[in-house]
């Protein structure tokens, strides 16, 4: 057991979890969360200054991975030191993300083809390479998908963001069906608006949906706007 650590947990100690987008927000909580459990920790991460700093944060074991989950090349290369390091991948996490608020009428080809290939395509290309480095062993693995309450709720400036999400609970919904009958769990978690650097400037509930279920999702344009963070109506 790592020194000033709690006990491993029986599931996840000295197994090895790939995290995509681990260098900072969410996936950064939960490499650290794992790690701590016992686990190995694999990170792709497109940002170098995110990687630097975190693995100062996390410390040595972390084995890290610079490249772009949108790059079919880059995911499997962060595969490989998985692979030749721990022997494969038993869980991995989706969570490479990015964002940007603007009308569908304003949005540009390239804002639309960063989001949706980072959010939707990335998790694509990471979970068919985990299927196909899957073992025929039988062992219980899983895959965790963080999509969004933006996958079931619409709000004004998030038209990329919406439609990814979407897709990564409908392939979510799909891979659960495929590779369950490989003992493999696929399961997709819907935050709203959670602290991180993605989410700063927005003062809004949470987390981890801010009540936003049970009292509607207001519209993130309206706190943007409001707060300054877009000059258009």
């Not at 701590?36 to 996390?58: D, M």
């Not at 959010?119 to 979970?127: A, I, P, Q, R």
């Not at 390479?129 to 004004?156: H, K, M, Q, Y």
Request: charge should be negative.
């Amino acid at each position: 057991m790592r020194a000033g650590l709690s006990a491993p947990v029986p599931e996840l100690a000295g197994r090895t979890v790939l995290v995509t987008g681990g260098g900072s927000g969410i996936c950064k909580g939960i490499a650290a969360a794992v790690l701590e459990k016992g686990a190995n920790v694999v990170v792709l991460e497109i940002e170098p200054a995110h990687i630097k700093a975190a693995a100062e944060e996390l410390g040595p074991e972390v084995v890290w991975h610079e490249g772009s989950v949108g790059v079919a090349a880059d995911v499997e290369a962060a595969f490989a030191p998985a692979i030749e390091r721990f022997g494969g991948v038993d869980h991995l996490v989706d969570n490479a993300g990015t964002a940007a608020v603007a009308l569908v009428e304003d949005t540009t080809e390239e804002a639309w083809d960063l989001i949706v290939d980072t959010l939707l395509k990335g998790t694509f290309l990471c979970t068919r390479e985990f299927a196909r480095r899957l073992p025929d062993d039988g062992a219980p693995r899983s895959v965790v998908n963080i999509s969004s309450l933006n996958a079931v709720a619409a709000t004004d400036g998030m038209g990329s963001y919406c439609a990814a999400k979407a897709g990564v609970k409908s392939l979510t919904e799909v891979c659960a069906g495929e590779l369950g009958r490989r003992n493999v769990r696929v399961n997709a978690i819907g935050p709203g608006l959670v602290g991180t650097p993605l989410g700063e400037g927005f003062s809004v509930g949470r987390p981890v949906d801010g009540g936003q279920h049970v009292r509607g999702l207001h519209s993130y344009w309206d706190v943007a706007f409001a707060q300054g963070l877009v000059e258009r109506p």
